[in-house]
């Protein structure tokens, strides 16, 4: 995690008025943050970190400042960089006058809820359902192979998790209703 305000970085100074090599401590301390929580999603920390340098950042920036601001390897950066594109959370921008890529985070947090639901959650929720509905007719086929007791707790149990998958639709149509995003 970046813990330096100052870090050396080749971006000309042209492409900012201040200096390009300073972070806010409310941006490091924001970059800290979406680390964490990235990393107790599950998720590589520094995509996290990646995604609250770009989200606070004024200007776009390019991979090797990416990962000289976050205090990550240029791999890492570039790994994170395609993942936060791939869920739609940040964009990429050729800059011809410097013949290189630059990112920015999508600065609309609803959009950004709205890219992340659409590239990632909406077929995962559609396949567990399919999937539920295939382990629902399996149990079926093999109902007179297991005792009862066995055939009630596994549809007990997979009734559980169909009702959580519903739950996390639900709360996914009741959300982007009341933020008035359309999907």
């Given at each position: 995690m970046v813990q330096k305000t100052e870090l050396p970085v080749t971006r000309p100074?042209?492409?900012?008025?201040s200096n390009p090599n300073h972070l806010a401590r409310t941006q490091v301390e924001f970059m800290g943050t979406c680390g964490?929580?990235?990393?107790?999603?599950?998720?590589?920390?520094?995509?996290?970190?990646?995604f609250g340098l770009l989200y606070?950042?004024?200007?776009?920036?390019?991979?090797?400042?990416?990962?000289?601001?976050?205090?990550?390897?240029k791999g890492s950066a570039s790994q994170g960089t395609r993942q936060l594109l791939a869920m739609g959370l940040i964009r990429k921008k050729w800059m011809r006058e410097e013949k290189r890529d630059f990112f920015e985070a999508v600065p609309n947090p609803e959009e950004a809820l709205k890219n992340?639901?659409?590239?990632?959650l909406k077929s995962r929720?559609?396949?567990?359902?399919d999937?539920?509905?295939?382990?629902?007719?399996?149990?079926?086929?093999?109902?007179?192979?297991?005792t009862p007791k066995?055939?009630?707790?596994?549809?007990?149990?997979?009734?559980?998790?169909?009702?959580?998958r519903e739950k996390i639709k639900n709360l996914?149509?009741?959300?982007?209703?009341?933020?008035?995003i359309s999907l």
């Open positions: 100074t042209t492409r900012r008025a964490r929580f990235s990393q107790s999603l599950g998720l590589s920390r520094s995509w996290g970190t990646i606070l950042s004024p200007v776009e920036i390019g991979l090797q400042e990416i990962a000289d601001l976050a205090e990550i390897s992340l639901y659409q590239n990632i929720l559609e396949n567990s359902q999937k539920m509905q295939e382990f629902t007719q399996l149990l079926e086929t093999e109902k007179t192979d297991l066995e055939f009630k707790h596994i549809r007990t149990q997979l009734n559980n998790l169909d009702q959580l996914k149509l009741l959300l982007f209703r009341k933020i008035k």
